[in-house]
């Protein structure tokens, strides 16, 4: 048999992802890197601002893709949490699949809560549970040796669109029954 021959045609690539795709691997790098995003999702769950922003570059980003929301630095970042945890003072994350490298983590989890306020996604207060599976992507800066901030996919075309379909369906039956008395 004859060996074949594959041409590969790739997309363009920006200038930051081509310094990614080529970034050396390093055991220690990772060490750091795997301990510093166990570090952020401890502090997450525990409600601890400070302790996340002691993950985060002092010129972080955090960006929802879904919409092209941004908050920009520490200032930033604090807004972003206590938006997100006044929302959902109850969250709950199960971490489903985690990629670390030396360009940073991708996680994959899957959120449930109780939505108490406006909060990050701007829904009216319901205090009913809601639910939906999210893509966070935390690039690293390697000099600084902490997270860029966190680009954030929300799967909305499945579960949190249900949940809120569900949720201004019980809403709509709410303010029905109120208005029938």
Not at 116 to 124: R, S, Y
Request: with cysteine; net charge negative; aromatic share 12%.
């Amino acid at each position: 048999m004859s060996e074949r021959k594959f041409t590969r045609t790739l997309p363009p690539f920006t200038d930051g992802a081509n310094y990614q795709s080529g970034h050396p691997f390093d055991q220690a790098e990772y060490d750091r890197i795997k301990e510093l995003w166990l570090d952020h999702i401890a502090a997450e769950h525990a409600g601890d601002i400070p302790g996340l922003l002691a993950t985060l570059t002092e010129d972080c980003v955090y960006t929802m893709l879904n919409n092209g929301k941004t908050w920009h630095g520490h200032e930033g970042a604090t807004k972003f949490y206590e938006s997100f945890l006044t929302g959902f003072p109850e969250n709950c994350f199960a971490v489903t699949n985690v990629f670390i490298g030396p360009q940073g983590v991708v996680e994959e989890a899957h959120f449930n809560g109780v939505h108490d306020g406006a909060g990050l996604l701007e829904l009216p207060s319901t205090n009913h549970p809601i639910e939906f599976d999210v893509a966070l992507l935390f690039p690293w800066d390697p000099i600084k040796k902490k997270f860029k901030g966190e680009r954030i996919y929300f799967a909305i075309e499945h579960n949190l669109i249900a949940n809120v379909g569900q949720l201004l369906r019980r809403m709509g039956r709410k303010l029905d029954m109120a208005e029938q008395k």
